[in-house]
């Protein structure tokens, strides 16, 4: 797996954790093991409903297919994990996918391993070792990145206190977004969990001030 870095995902402020892994990108992965063939499809997702809808694509792609067997784990911004067998024999197929996520120390991310069978039958043992490897190649064509989670800030304050605010600004190394410059001034700041609540408290010092997170 290649590693690569950039900040990109957003969470409310409670959630406390500041960073994680997940892929770059799609990545596709194969293992072969007596005629049968185990197709790895891996995606970066944020959300339930994003997971269920690549599902439901490579099921209806992959129609012919006897088994389309996922784990998915999402983390942020909310904890959702899950794991399917799709009509292999429990927790030969699920388990050992979602395992691999583990291992690699991955979140918000998809992994589905369509299998055509080859006839031959592969016992309990042989199933775990097929699926876990049809993941284990998918990631080693894969690029995980490093996304910081951020915060998204919404201020409003009087003109007069525009200079504190840039100060604070500017000793944080923040860039204001969607800046407004009049009798109220506003702006979007976005700020890494690590220093969210440092920053609100220097904020909160600025008199008429006023802050919503999104």
């Not at 290649?2 to 990109?8: F, N």
């Not at 899950?82 to 050992?96: I, M, R």
């Not at 600004?169 to 977004?177: F, G, M, N, Q």
Request: proline letters at 5%; aromatic letters at 12%.
């Amino acid at each position: 797996m290649k590693q690569v870095a950039r900040p990109v995902f957003f969470i409310p402020a409670g959630n406390m954790q500041d960073s994680y892994n997940t892929l770059e990108r799609p990545a596709e992965g194969i293992y072969r093991e007596k005629g049968s063939r185990f197709l790895a499809f891996g995606y970066p997702v944020e959300k339930l409903e994003e997971a269920r809808d690549i599902i439901a694509g490579l099921t209806k792609k992959y129609h012919d297919a006897r088994h389309h067997c996922y784990a998915y784990r999402i983390s942020y911004p909310k904890e959702i994990f899950k794991t399917s067998d799709d009509g292999e024999p429990s927790g030969t197929a699920g388990k050992p996918i979602y395992g691999q996520l583990l291992a690699n120390d991955l979140t918000n991310i998809l992994v589905v391993v369509v299998r055509y069978f080859g006839g031959s039958l592969l016992g309990k043992g042989g199933l775990i070792n097929a699926y876990r490897s049809a993941t284990a190649d998918m990631f080693i064509q894969a690029s995980v990145v490093t996304r910081f989670v951020e915060v998204k800030i919404r201020i409003t304050f009087p003109y007069e206190v525009l200079n504190s605010v840039m100060k604070i600004l500017k000793d944080s190394d923040l860039l204001p977004e969607d800046p407004v410059f009049d009798t109220f001034c506003s702006m979007v700041l976005v700020v890494r969990r690590n220093i969210y609540t440092a920053i609100c408290g220097k904020l909160e010092g600025i008199p008429g001030l006023t802050k919503a997170t999104f």
